[in-house]
């Protein structure tokens, strides 16, 4: 399995970037999708979840301008990130379980796009 991450790039303070994350390879279903971050010098956070059934979970830090989403037709997530501030800039993971048969769950992590917001 393989998780493919797209859409970060520069803005300026108050843009918006929309993030993507394609798993493939033999995949019966995912499960929980998660974005994370990590910014120079700090640890990895959690910035957005999704269960299967489309329940979301956000820290404080960026509810009400990031909101994540899922087509499990497609076996992708996204991450769409309004109102960007200079300390969103980190480099952004996605991570998933997925479900690759019915005896076998596993956790899988993205390789991290890039978001900086800079004027």
């Known amino acids: 399995v393989q998780l493919q991450a797209s859409g970060g790039g520069l803005v300026p303070p108050g843009g918006s970037l929309a993030l993507s994350c394609a798993a493939s390879?033999?995949?019966?279903?995912?499960?929980?999708i998660r974005w994370h971050r990590q910014a120079p010098g700090k640890q990895r956070e959690l910035v957005a979840g999704?269960?299967?059934?489309?329940?979301?979970h956000y820290p404080d830090s960026v509810k009400g301008r990031f909101t994540i989403s899922r087509d499990n037709a497609k076996n992708t997530g996204y991450l769409q990130m309004n109102n960007l501030k200079p300390e969103d800039t980190a480099i952004y993971y996605c991570y998933t379980e997925v479900v690759e048969n019915p005896v076998t769950l596993r956790g899988y992590w993205g390789q991290g796009t890039q978001v900086t917001v800079s004027s």
């Open positions: 999704i269960t299967r059934d489309g329940t979301t």
């Open positions: 390879g033999i995949i019966v279903r995912l499960d929980a």
